[in-house]
Nanobody, 116 residues
Framework: QVQLVESGGGLVHPGGSLRLSCAASGTIFGTNPMGWYRQAPGKERELVATVTRGTSTNYADSVRGRFTISRDYAKNTVYLQMNSLKPEDTAVYYC??????????WGKGTLVTVSS
């Protein structure tokens, strides 16, 4: 069983920065993808960024150049550094881990609000 716990959300002004963290426990392999998705009010959940050992990172076009995903394989933790935040980045951010059988595990989510 895999458990994911996010932290780091909050309220930030436009142009500001936040860093999200997600700590994973259970059977975790670095060769499986781990990353972040988000869901804004009234919208579907969408990919933000993923990272897998041995492959390149993957970003949504809307965040590329502003967000940076990183992963500490020894700590089973993934981070999302978010810079130049915009009001449209407001959403609940969910941590994700996908195992060998393409089964997705999700955290409970952390709310990011970008507002003046």
């Amino acid at each position: 069983q895999v458990q994911l716990v996010e932290s780091g959300g909050g309220l930030v002004h436009p142009g500001g920065s936040l860093r999200l963290s997600c700590a994973a426990s259970g059977t975790i392999f670095g060769t499986n993808p781990m990353g972040w998705y988000r869901q804004a009010p009234g919208k579907e959940r969408e990919l933000v960024a993923t990272v897998t050992r041995g492959t390149s990172t993957n970003y949504a076009d809307s965040v590329r150049g502003r967000f940076t995903i990183s992963r500490d394989y020894a700590k089973n933790t993934v981070y999302l550094q978010m810079n130049s935040l915009k009001p449209e980045d407001t959403a609940v951010y969910y941590c994700n881990y996908r195992n060998f059988y393409a089964m997705d595990y999700w955290g409970k989510g952390t709310l990011v609000t970008v507002s003046s």
